[in-house]
């Protein structure tokens, strides 16, 4: 009797096992996460051109990212954040050549996300996505 009892106890134990192991599990959204100097922005065309570095060593590639109407545009001056969507958010100073910025695209090139300056306290904080 005692046997029969483990024995089934066990097989609910595997069987509740696989049954959990067959869910899939949530996947992130893909794209793209890329850091550099901004070279040039151009607000009209929504175009913004980054030299993005591998390493310390590396002398960077400028790379040109398409700045939909729907990317968030997060700037930090000082303690303040400051949001927008779209690429007439390009037009301010954080975007002079020079300034450091964080880019998210999504498969296609397209950037979601822009962030600009550190926000207060720490590292700044990689784009949502």
Known sequence: MLRALLCAALALLIGAGVALADKPKPTAAKGHHYHGTVTSADATAGTL?????KDKADKGTAMTFTVGKDAKIIVWDGDQRHE?????ALKGNHFKKGAH???????AGMV?????????GGKPKPPER
């Open 49 to 53: 051109t980054v030299m993005v570095k």
């Open 112 to 120: 979601t996300a822009v962030h600009s300056g550190h926000r207060p």
């Open 84 to 88: 927008a969507v779209g690429p007439a």
């Open 101 to 107: 910025v964080a880019v998210m695209t999504d498969d």
